[in-house]
């Protein structure tokens, strides 16, 4: 049954309309010539296949018996409706051979198999500007991502950074089926960044319903659907216009601070990057320590500058004898090289720091 669902859910993306209209119609066209010919010209059932074949083929072979008025005018009219007939098919044949469709749909195919194998990993809704961003960062971060998009022009020349092809749902990210294709009941994190407010605050509701633990980010053009994408479900709604003009101001006001926000946003030559080094992830000889006693500045290069306490509460350059607890998470700034070290030297090599790169 999960299987048939499947192939319903890949037909329903693939848009196959037009594929099978033509065939209906050609079938049609066919049966109309069979039956024409063998209530007008009364011919037996495989004259009749025969006549209707060179007919629909334009072989020019010859008549099987000279045409009565009546066959020559439905002859007439026969050939002209199946020129048109001939004429979309092969338009629609053409457009799946030569245009991609069908080496869309067996991407598709293939996409969905490996897919489905997939579990905490996030899905991107929308490749546009932000989306294409997000993606990007999420796989520098050693995330695995999926991406929902209905235009597949915009991921057909698009590669992943170690030069892998991109894992993507083609389909309305709107709809439970494309949904359920890329894994939202697996996933651990949702991103819909579709341009439009509405079609956001859609997805946001049908992924909290197909599962409620999922952490959902949603992109906001209009303030005032801010409240309605958290009331869908959306656990943080990103203004892009709204940071953009903040930012724009900010480096009037504040330039230097922009310029160091910027370094570990990844902007500019030297790039710095923030990690989390949470209890749970850290090494059984290094819990229970103070941050003093870990020594992190000496033995990676990187900075704790802040500490995420289990209760909620955020402390900004936490004391160097504080003992970090079950459900505490310290902030650590840092190069690239530095950021590394730390993994290496503190985190337990989970699954996401091993599929890094």
């Not at 010539?33 to 083929?57: C, H, N, P, R």
């Not at 409620?212 to 949603?218: Q, T, V």
Request: glycine share 8%; aromatic share 8%.
């Amino acid at each position: 049954m999960t299987s048939h669902n499947n192939l319903l859910a890949l037909w329903k993306r693939a848009n196959l309309n037009r594929f099978v209209l033509a065939l209906v119609l050609a079938g049609v066209s066919f049966g109309a010539g069979i039956l024409g010919f063998m209530v007008i010209e009364d011919y037996s059932l495989l004259d009749a296949v025969y006549m209707t074949m060179i007919t629909v083929s334009t072989v020019g072979f010859g008549e099987l018996h000279p045409m009565s008025a009546a066959g020559r005018l439905f002859v007439s009219i026969y050939i002209f409706f199946n020129l048109l007939v001939i004429a979309y098919l092969v338009s629609v044949l053409t457009t799946y051979i030569f245009d991609g469709e069908l080496r869309t749909i067996f991407k598709m195919f293939k996409s969905d198999h490996e897919i489905r194998g997939f579990s905490n990993h996030v899905i991107v809704c929308g490749f546009g500007r932000n989306g294409r961003k997000a993606y990007h960062e999420l796989r520098a971060n050693g995330a695995r991502v999926v991406v929902i998009e209905q235009s597949p022009d915009l991921l057909r020349d698009e590669v992943d950074e170690d030069g892998s092809t991109i894992f993507a749902v083609f389909g309305d990210a709107t709809t439970d089926e494309t949904l359920r294709a890329a894994g939202v009941e697996r996933a651990r994190a949702l991103i819909t960044a579709l341009p439009k407010d509405a079609d956001n605050v859609f997805v946001a509701l049908t992924a909290r319903e197909l599962n409620p633990s999922l952490k959902i980010i949603a992109r906001a053009s209009l303030k005032t659907s801010e409240s309605k994408l958290l009331r869908a479900g959306a656990d943080s709604v990103v203004m892009p216009d709204e940071i953009g003009g903040s930012h724009m101001a900010n480096l009037v006001m504040r330039p230097e601070v922009i310029r160091f926000l910027e370094m570990i946003n990844g902007l500019g030559p030297n790039k710095l990057r923030l990690e989390e080094l949470s209890y749970r992830d850290l090494r059984s000889e290094w819990q229970g320590m103070s941050i003093r006693e870990l020594d992190i500045r000496s033995r990676t290069g990187a900075t704790v500058i802040g500490l995420k306490l289990n209760a909620g509460e955020f402390v900004v350059s936490p004391n160097a004898d504080t003992r970090p607890g079950p459900g505490d998470i310290l902030l650590v700034l840092g190069t690239d090289e530095q950021v590394k070290a730390l993994v290496l030297q503190f985190k337990n090599m989970n699954p996401q720091y091993r599929n890094r790169g």
